[in-house]
Nanobody
């Protein structure tokens, strides 16, 4: 069983930056997708970014957010720049249990989820 722990959330002003971290307790193979999702207040959870052999981003964060991976530490990161109030959400880290996912932007492709970390962007 893999456990994921997010950290790095907090309160930031519009235009500011934050870096989220997600540490996995078990081994995560580099070919297994990991990703970030977020759930704004009163809304459904949505895709943010994923990384495996490639990276992919939601249109809403493209050019502002960067996902990266440190395989030696079993950790992924989400660097968030130029933050906007609409980025306010609980951010969740997720990990897949298999390689070659055809749809890593879909929630059903992930087996393990972190507890979430709150990101609040003030105007």
């Amino acid at each position: 069983q893999v456990q994921l722990v997010e950290s790095g959330g907090g309160l930031v002003q519009t235009g500011g930056s934050l870096r989220l971290s997600c540490a996995a307790s078990g081994r995560i193979f580099s070919s297994y997708p990991m990703g970030w999702f977020r759930q704004p207040p009163g809304k459904e959870r949505e895709f943010v970014a994923t990384i495996s052999y490639y990276t992919s981003y939601a249109d809403s964060v493209l050019g502002r957010f960067t996902i990266s991976r440190d395989n030696a530490k079993n950790t992924i990161y989400l660097q968030m720049n130029s933050l906007k109030p609409e980025d306010t959400a609980v951010y969740y880290c997720a990990a897949s249990s298999k390689s070659g996912s055809p749809a890593p932007n879909q929630q059903y492709e992930y087996s393990w989820w972190g507890q979430g970390t709150q990101v609040t962007v003030s105007s």
